[in-house]
């Protein structure tokens, strides 16, 4: 039995980053070593050294969006999908007053609420005009931050990489690369929009009994290309990137075929990473589908062992903390 209260860990208020480093490359980075069960404590700069000849480091370019929109009265929507201009896909809270029929403003435009979605109580709202994100919009950072975006979180809550626009929350392991230190790694890029599932909270006893929201990924040929042709390990560069590595379409040989789909893969103890054979990755909340992910490739208790070691060196934690390396 597997139960998401093993993945609950105590967290100093003190050791959330709220705000980026001053450097973008200035991390702290754990490095966990799964065979010996070793522990090391380096700087992100040293990344670079942990990567052998042949590997591969594949990063998901996903650019995020504008999607938190304030409305008039006080609504606040986090835009998920826009299947049409006008006709949006929406977290809304407080969700009391977008009831079914409800009218929401936003600038000009007049919204209806035409549908609440069973998954989660997404509102779609279809507006009587085309709203562009980016004048009614604004970066939405994770609630943990207790802040709305800033200046600095214009360019410091995008990777140095950001290319396909349409996630909600960064591939926050990407945001400590520079261009000089991506440079110096033989590198691919998939896509993986982040979607609400980064948002959704695990709720359920037990970890088999939570569904996770589907996203949309992409691989190019030339991405494919260069992962099936790698003479040494594969380095995932976040956990979009390994959800996107695990749960791809493949050939009989195990070659990753280039493609468009969704995945609502979720992955957790006892089942194991087949693919991919190094991460990186942030210190995540507790209770959190990602430290549940870590934990199926490093073993919980070594993971947990870690996140105390890291509380008590005092690692940064979440989008703007410090990293973690875990390596065979």
Known sequence: MFLTSDYAYPLPERLIARHPPAERSGARMMVLHRASQRIEHRAFTDFPDYLQPGD???LNDARVIPAQVVAHGGLTLLVVHRPEPTLWICMV????????????RVGDATGTVEAILPDGGLRV???DLDLDLDAVGALPLPPYMERP????????????????????????AGLHFTPEILARLPHAFLTLHVGIGTFKPV?????????????????TPEAAGAINARAGRLVAIGTTTVRVLE????DAAGRVLPGAGETDIFIHPP??????DALLTNFHLPRSTLLMLVSAFAGRDFVMEA????????????SYGDCMLLVE
């Open 203 to 219: 709720k359920a006893d037990l970890l088999s009994e939570h569904r996770m929201h589907a996203e949309r990924y992409e691989i």
């Open 149 to 172: 975006a800033g200046a600095a979180d214009t360019e410091r809550y995008q990777t140095v990489f950001a290319r396909a626009p349409g996630a909600i929350a960064a591939p926050t």
């Open 125 to 127: 709202i279809r507006f």
């Open 93 to 104: 809270k407080p969700g009391r007053k977008a009831r079914l029929g409800a009218t929401v």
């Open 56 to 58: 591969l480091a594949v």
């Open 271 to 276: 089942r194991p990473l087949r693919w991919i």
């Open 247 to 250: 749960a791809c379409a493949r």
């Open 307 to 318: 996140y105390r070691e890291a509380v008590r060196e005092e690692y940064r934690f979440f």
